[in-house]
């Protein structure tokens, strides 16, 4: 089936994570996970992900704010909670023919945070954290530092920043630089002025595009994938 349509998949403590699905015209290339903070899929993010879909990928974005604590819901979600949401995302892929190494991960803001950290935990294709957040502060006691964890990445990673996010400060975005560089794959670190680079940003203008910026951000996310999801 092509388009864009709603599944279930279970997960393993008997609970099922909503997904979204987007599958290319014809055959695909591999599969990729974007992990999101919002509840809601801001129109810039869909045309992101309508775009991974056209250049071939099954795209899945899960719910993973379905676990109900005290009566609300997790405003991130971290830890074994999110390793077997994603687990259940990478079962789900691969029950549809999709090789385990042309799986990747993809994020932003505190999600970009959780597609790195699932890079150190599972052996996924490629991973790509745009704007992840806790470098050297946890943003969840679930959560390694990105400093702690980046040395054990299993996965070739790409992070893109902004030069001018307070949460991201460029000296500390030029520490994780060098502790990524110790792991054993492929990791490549970018920075941009401003916050432009964000394409999935809920006042991310399309005419933006004529930016270098984001034209660069985005062709480095579409590269990194096609040349490690192989």
Not at 68 to 85: H, K, M, W
Not at 93 to 116: P, Q
Not at 207 to 229: G, K, M, N, P
């Amino acid at each position: 089936m092509s388009g864009i349509y709603r599944e279930l998949a279970p997960v393993h403590d008997t609970t099922a994570i909503a997904l979204t699905v987007l599958e290319p015209e014809g055959h695909t290339r591999g599969g990729i996970v974007v992990l999101h903070e919002s509840r809601e899929f801001t129109e810039p993010l869909l045309e992101l992900m309508r775009a991974l879909a056209d250049d071939g990928w099954t795209v899945l974005a899960p719910d993973l704010f379905h676990r109900p604590v005290n009566g609300s819901v997790d405003e991130c979600v971290f830890g074994e909670d999110l390793f077997a949401d994603f687990d259940a995302c990478f079962e789900w892929l691969t029950r549809h023919g999709v090789f385990r190494d042309c799986i990747g991960v993809l994020g932003f803001d505190s999600a970009g945070t959780a597609a790195a950290l699932v890079a150190t935990n599972r052996r996924v294709g490629a991973a790509v954290s745009v704007a992840a957040r806790g470098i050297e502060t946890p943003i969840s006691p679930q959560a390694s530092t990105l400093l702690a964890a980046a040395p054990a990445f299993q996965a070739p990673w790409l992070g893109l920043f902004g030069e001018d996010d307070p949460l991201t400060p460029p000296d500390q975005v030029d520490r994780l630089r060098e502790a990524a560089a110790r792991a054993d794959v492929a990791t490549l670190v970018v920075t941009y002025p401003g916050l432009h680079h964000r394409p999935d940003h809920p006042g991310f203008d399309p005419a933006a595009l004529e930016d270098v910026s984001v034209l660069d951000a985005q062709t480095r996310i579409y590269e990194w994938f096609d040349s490690h999801l192989r």
